[in-house]
């Protein structure tokens, strides 16, 4: 089943902040946030692991309620670059192997302007 | 550093016509896949190959059928394309070794297919 994000879209002026949410039904293993451009492919940002390990981006902050099976994107000092889709793959915690699958959610469109 | 390398990158087919995406990673990565997206729906999983001579589908593999050729390369067949694939077709790979979770996964740059 589709991660759910929220909100669907946010507009911001530069420097400003923004969270964006997912949250899952199912457990997870881990969460993976993606931004994508107009035309481009996904661009990894982020991986927040079960048991608090990230590894991703420096500019960009997220965390992981492994209990509540949600994750929230933090976008702090917003800038023009940062404009695009943004997605969170979730890779199941479920028996066995996931195979690196991800089901992601619908995406938030995040657009900045100057 | 190529990464994931997807041909066409823009198709026209004619319903009923067949045709075959082709994919390929220079990172030695084990495991790869194919998304499709649609407006409003995110990336959907149509099949993906744990390792090298190993398939299985995914959430939509209705209408698709998957090769994967060696460990570099990972093709997506249209046996009979519909007005319904028109979309927006990635090819994705991940490292680590075959049991392993938490790893990076990179997109290719995308296949558009319209089908009429």
């Given at each position: 089943q589709q991660p759910v994000q929220s909100p669907q879209a946010v507009i911001l002026r530069e420097g400003e902040d923004a969270v964006i949410n997912c949250s899952s039904s199912k457990a997870l293993y881990s969460v993976h946030w993606y931004r994508q451009k107009h035309g481009e492919a996904p661009v990894f940002l982020m991986i927040l692991l079960k048991g608090g390990e990230q590894k991703g981006h420096e500019k960009i902050s997220a965390s992981f309620n492994e209990k509540k099976q949600q994750s929230s994107l933090y976008l702090t000092a917003s800038q023009l670059s940062y404009s695009g889709t943004y997605f969170c793959g979730t890779e199941s915690n479920a028996?066995?192997?996931?195979?690196g699958k991800l089901t992601f959610g619908q995406g938030t469109i995040l657009t900045v302007h100057p | 550093n190529a990464g994931v390398t997807q041909t066409p990158k823009f198709q026209v087919l004619k319903t009923g016509q067949s045709m075959t995406l082709q994919c390929a990673q220079d990172?030695?990565?084990n495991s790869m896949y194919w998304y499709r997206q649609d407006p409003g729906m995110g990336l959907r999983l149509i099949y993906y190959s744990a390792s090298e001579g190993t398939t299985d589908k995914g959430e939509v593999p209705n209408g698709y059928n998957v090769s994967r050729l060696n460990k570099r390369e990972f093709s997506l067949r249209l046996e009979s394309a519909a007005p319904s694939q028109t979309s927006v077709y990635f090819c994705a790979s991940s490292g680590g070794?075959?049991?392993?979770?938490?790893n990076t996964i990179y997109f290719g740059e995308g296949s558009w297919l319209t089908v009429v």
């Open positions: 028996g066995g192997t996931s195979y | 990172m030695n990565h070794q075959v049991f392993d979770r938490g």
